[in-house]
T-cell receptor
Framework: DAMVIQNPRYQVTQFGKPVTLSCSQTLNHNVMYWYQQKSSQAPKLLFHYYDKDFNNEADTPDNFQSRRPNTSFCFLDIRSPGLGDAAMYLC?????????????FGPGTRLTVL | GQQLNQSPQSMFIQEGEDVSMNCTSSSIFNTWLWYKQDPGEGPVLLIALYKAGELTSNGRLTAQFGITRKDSFLNISASIPSDVGIYFCAGQPISGGSNYKLTFGKGTLLTVNP
């Protein structure tokens, strides 16, 4: 089945220790997104890639970076995690282009910062 | 930016009851999406709406794209315990930037008592 996969599902890191979260997709979608979701809140967009074109949200901290080495994979790097970065991180994809553009989400990675 | 007002914030119902929730916006949207999120998981797309007045069903779920293009509702008929979760509306505005970004409502937490 075509899907969005996130690894790991649970990640524990120490304050200030860099961490990388990964996302892969078998949908062959052009657009990949990273969202941060805190408890009882809606997902908050951090950035997205249309193919290799990177689009950062204005309020995304510099501490968050992303890489998309190919169509299938996208990574979220948190350079120096703080306690406030503990959250669920969601990857999503969409086809891109004109017309229908539903976003499909992965299962998420729950990040704990000690 | 655009905001979506989703109501109610939470609902407590008995199994078998019907449920209705809605989203409104001060801006015109060209797409409305409804997602369900279970605890610890990513949002799952339930229904996508693309035309004003469109009424679409998915099993016991029915959603409509409002005629004014500024609102949408989701109905769940004959609720069952596995309907428990957070329901998010999301929309893509006609104006104001990328075709690919979604604006999310704050979610409706549904609890179903067996």
């Amino acid at each position: 089945d075509a899907m969005v996969i996130q690894n790991p599902r649970y990640q524990v890191t120490q304050f200030g220790k860099p961490v990388t979260l990964s996302c892969s997709q078998t949908l062959n979608h052009n657009v990949m997104y990273w969202y941060q979701q805190k408890s009882s809140q809606a997902p908050k967009l951090l950035f997205h890639y249309y193919d290799k074109d990177f689009n950062n949200e204005a309020d995304t901290p510099d501490n968050f970076q992303s890489r998309r080495p190919n169509t299938s994979f996208c990574f979220l790097d948190i350079r120096s995690p703080g306690l406030g970065d503990a959250a669920m991180y969601l990857c999503a994809t969409s086809r891109g282009g004109q017309g229908r553009n539903e976003q499909f989400f992965g299962p998420g990675t729950r990040l704990t910062v000690l | 930016g655009q905001q979506l007002n989703q109501s109610p914030q939470s609902m407590f119902i008995q199994e078998g009851e019907d449920v209705s929730m809605n989203c409104t916006s001060s801006s015109i949207f060209n797409t409305w999406l409804w997602y369900k999120q279970d605890p610890g998981e990513g949002p799952v797309l339930l229904i996508a709406l693309y035309k004003a007045g469109e009424l679409t069903s998915n099993g016991r779920l029915t959603a409509q794209f409002g005629i004014t293009r500024k609102d949408s509702f989701l109905n769940i008929s004959a609720s069952i315990p596995s309907d428990v979760g957070i329901y998010f509306c999301a929309g893509q505005p006609i104006s104001g930037g990328s075709n690919y970004k979604l604006t999310f409502g704050k979610g409706t937490l549904l609890t179903v008592n067996p």
